[in-house]
């Protein structure tokens, strides 16, 4: 259970549960009577949240404002830049006047993990021979991205991040372990490991309509 004072109250607290359980097949009496050659075959599996605030600023909720004094001097005119403003052809911000810079974000949250875990651990020939097999999954969603706008929204201000991107990653691992011990006192031992692993976006900031091509 988290909290932060970088979002809204309703969105400033996060529960993010987890848990796991196992089952070392190996311990049960029906396999030490059958295959006494195994010293564990454990199962195991998780599955849980994890929250995260990366990204986010203080206070999103809040946008910001600037006071713009003098802009540059306007082609054929001989303002000073002090109270003028221009519009048109050489539209200028001369003279002072109060602009929106940021735009906040009330419906900033966490960004949110969710982990899933499959996998066995086996040992046998008193633990010469081990190794285990994993699978793996994970969902990121609510990543904090800068908000892409079409080129048509025409305002000068900015947005701050939005919990717009998604992403998913999943894999395997394999895993076999060799360990001798010789009657000399030399030991050795041996690891073999295979692995794959898939990154993919899901969601990204792009503006509305973009053609799929373009994605």
């Given at each position: 259970y988290n909290g932060t004072d970088r979002f809204l109250p309703g969105n400033q607290f996060g529960f993010f549960p987890s848990g796991s359980v196992g089952w070392d097949?190996?311990?049960?009496?029906?396999?030490?009577?059958?295959?006494?050659f195994l010293d564990q075959f454990k199962v195991r599996y998780s599955l849980g949240q994890s929250g995260?605030?990366?990204g986010s600023v203080?206070?999103?909720?809040?946008?910001?404002?600037?006071?713009?004094d003098k802009g540059d001097d306007i082609p054929g005119t001989s303002s000073d830049g002090t109270g003028d403003l221009f519009f048109g052809q050489y539209f200028s911000d001369q003279g002072g006047y109060v602009?929106?810079?940021?735009i906040g974000n009330p419906n900033a949250t966490w960004e949110t993990a969710t982990k899933e875990n499959l996998g066995v651990d086996f040992a046998m020939f008193n633990k010469r021979v081990s190794g285990s097999v994993e699978f793996f999954n994970e969902y990121r969603e609510n990543i904090f991205l800068d908000p892409t706008l079409p080129f048509y929204y025409g305002a000068t201000a900015t947005f701050k991040k939005a919990n717009i991107g998604?992403?998913?990653?999943?894999?395997?691992?394999?895993?076999?372990n060799y360990s001798e011990s010789l009657r000399n006192?030399?030991?050795?031992?041996?690891r073999l490991t295979y692995g794959f692993n898939e990154n993919r976006i899901v969601v990204y900031s792009e503006p509305s309509q973009?053609?799929?091509h373009l994605k």
């Open positions: 097949i190996a311990k049960e009496s029906f396999v030490k009577e059958n295959l006494s995260s605030e990366a203080k206070r999103m909720y809040f946008g910001s404002f600037v006071y713009t602009r929106e810079d940021e998604e992403v998913k990653k999943q894999g395997y691992e394999l895993t076999l006192g030399f030991n050795y031992y041996v973009t053609p799929e």
